[in-house]
């Protein structure tokens, strides 16, 4: 039977693509600009030139400001994985009496606005008498990448059948020794993606880290300060930069798990 | 929502509903009812610290009164509920906009992502390298920083920009109309924003779609179209409601999109209540401000979530 060329045949590649060049128009701007030879206000087409990519921290307090996204990146997303996992482990494997609870308690922090969080915990520093800075940024930041963390790690111990545990039990492996020989290496892509979201959140987050970070700036910070004077290109030169090496990341990860299956 | 590296995703609802009643093949043998603290308490020690604990500070910040010839800032513990009185009778309009641009968000982004996931998750499937590119497409915005995207729309919609002139050249957009500093403007930021939270938990309600569901619909005479409201709409509902939870409450509450890209007539209630911490230094208004938010959203989501299961039913 010959099959009748339908509207949505044609219609939904065409809307798929639209969305994707709406998703893509600002990151090609943002890249194309990084070459603009427009040393201060980066807003007209002035020449194409390298200068900005040859020294990005040229711009006072920029690479500094990357340097702490990165540590508070790092820090936050170490605490909220290994933190996050053990609740997801807990909330899956076992049943126990506050557990609708638990789950309700991890699931409030994604719901609440970023404005909400980084008020209240604002609040509380500021009652305790803590100074704002490195430490009060990388805690909220915790506290915001946990529940992420929880969900993805979740939805990776869900499909693990406990038979394999129980396997190794029966095998005379020791509970820890399960858990680091079958368990931990079965969980690993999914602690690994929920470690990537974290960093992810954790490096972009704007709101909550103004909130509470005093004198110190991460880069979107530095970023929002800076654009009321009128953007360096040198924030062009390292979105464009974070984007590729985020890109080349998840492509090397991916080749790397091909591969790993293929031999 | 959450994104694995398996290209597997899960939304809020996952962590909301707890499992089944019955025994879960996935629960390990132990003694029931005895919780596992040694994996719970740090966990929930620091929500306890840092979550719970400050939203109650926060709550006894809001019913505060200023100290009486104190500085600017100093305030006393008191029961004084004229600070939720000041946030809505002084700021209901700027809730009732933030609101509708937060609508207005999420319908966009619906729109706009929807037909997206469903391409990724229907008509690529059985690709999976297609659908692992095109997902990471998806995230792949996340990369570059959230405030310079917003800052390349400024650039994008400005006076001498391209969107402006082409608008102008159709005559949908008067010779002096602009777009920067306009609601559209916000609204388009915030629809860009927070796209990829739409977009993803749609996507994985689809995935599950069973397809001989769809031919099932088809081998009964239904019209695509039917098909698609009996049948994939239904079906794609948890997804489409973690999305649009998942964008219309950051939007709603967003204040950086309305800084960059809009005027003082677009301010929103998360630029109030910015203002009111760190340039008024007026903490119980803006605490009570924050709470007025989320009860209003609390209401509006529940109101949401129940007519949404109510369909889900029909």
Avoid at chain 1, 53 to 80: F, M
Avoid at chain 1, 209 to 226: C, E, I, Q, R
Avoid at chain 2, 77 to 83: C, I, K, Q, R, S
Avoid at chain 2, 117 to 123: F, G, L, P, Q, S
């Amino acid at each position: 039977m010959r099959r009748r060329v339908r509207l949505g045949d044609w219609l939904l590649p065409l809307l798929a693509v639209l969305a994707f060049v709406y998703l893509f128009v600002p990151i090609a701007y943002t890249i194309a600009f990084s070459f603009n030879d427009a040393p201060r206000a980066n807003r007209v087409w002035q020449g194409f030139t390298l200068d900005n990519w040859r020294d990005p921290c040229a711009a006072r307090g920029v690479c500094e400001a990357v340097a702490t996204s990165l540590q508070v990146g790092l820090l936050a997303t170490l605490v909220a994985t290994v933190l996050g996992t053990a609740l997801a482990l807990a909330l899956v494997r076992h049943r126990f009496r506050f557990r609708s609870t638990t789950n309700l308690l991890i699931f409030v922090p994604m719901a609440t606005p970023e404005v909400v969080l980084g008020a209240s915990l604002l609040t509380q520093f500021l009652n305790l008498g803590v100074p704002l800075g490195f430490q009060t940024v990388v805690i909220a930041h915790i506290v915001f990448c946990l529940s992420f963390v929880v969900v993805t790690v979740k939805a990776r111990v869900a499909t693990l059948d406990p038979a394999l545990e129980q396997a190794a039990a029966d095998l005379y492996a020791g509970p820890v020794q399960a858990f680091w020989r079958v368990t931990f290496p079965l969980l690993l892509p999914g602690i690994m993606a929920a470690a990537l979201l974290s960093f992810a959140l954790s490096f972009d987050d704007f709101i909550i880290t103004n909130f509470n970070s005093g004198n110190l700036d991460t880069f979107p910070k530095w970023v929002y300060v800076a654009a009321v004077r009128g953007l360096p290109a040198e924030a062009n030169v390292i979105g464009s930069a974070m984007f590729v090496i985020a890109l080349l990341l998840v492509a090397i990860g991916r080749l790397a798990s091909l591969r790993r299956r293929a031999g | 929502m959450a994104v694995a590296a398996t290209g597997h995703v899960t939304g809020p609802g996952d962590a909301a509903t707890p499992g089944p009643a019955g025994p879960d093949p996935a629960v390990a043998a132990g003694p029931a009812g005895r919780a596992p603290y040694g994996l719970l308490a740090p966990g929930l020690l620091w929500l306890a610290a840092f979550f719970v604990a400050p939203i109650a500070v926060l709550f006894v910040t809001s019913l505060m009164v200023p100290v009486p010839g104190g500085d600017i800032g100093q305030f006393q513990p008191a029961l004084d509920v004229g600070n939720y009185a000041q946030a809505v009778v002084e700021y209901w309009q700027i809730f009732l906009r933030s609101f509708w641009y937060g609508l207005l968000a999420t319908v966009f982004a619906l729109l706009v992502g929807y037909p997206l996931a469903y391409v990724i998750a229907v008509r690529a499937r059985g690709r999976p390298t297609l659908q692992q590119f095109m997902l990471v497409l998806v995230i792949a915005p996340f990369f570059t920083s959230f405030i310079v995207r917003t800052l390349a729309w400024r650039q994008i919609l400005a006076d001498e920009g391209p969107v402006v002139g082409v608008l102008q050249a159709l005559y949908l957009l008067p010779p002096d109309g602009r777009l920067t500093a306009t609601s559209i403007a916000v609204v388009a930021g915030l629809t860009y924003n927070f796209l990829p939270f739409m977009i993803l938990p749609i996507y994985a309600a689809l995935g599950r779609l069973d397809l001989r569901l769809v031919e099932a619909g088809q081998d009964l005479y239904a019209s695509p179209f039917t098909t698609f409201l009996r049948v994939t709409w239904p079906l794609s509902l948890p997804g489409v409601v973690a999305g649009t939870l998942l964008t219309f409450i950051p939007a709603s509450a967003d204040y950086v999109n309305a800084t960059l890209l809009g005027n003082p007539g677009t301010r929103m209630i998360g630029n109030v209540i910015d203002a009111q911490f760190f340039n008024v230094v007026d903490y119980p208004l803006a605490s009570a401000l924050s709470f007025v938010l989320m009860a209003a959203i609390v209401v509006l989501v529940a109101a949401y979530v129940r007519r949404a299961g109510t369909e889900d039913l029909v």
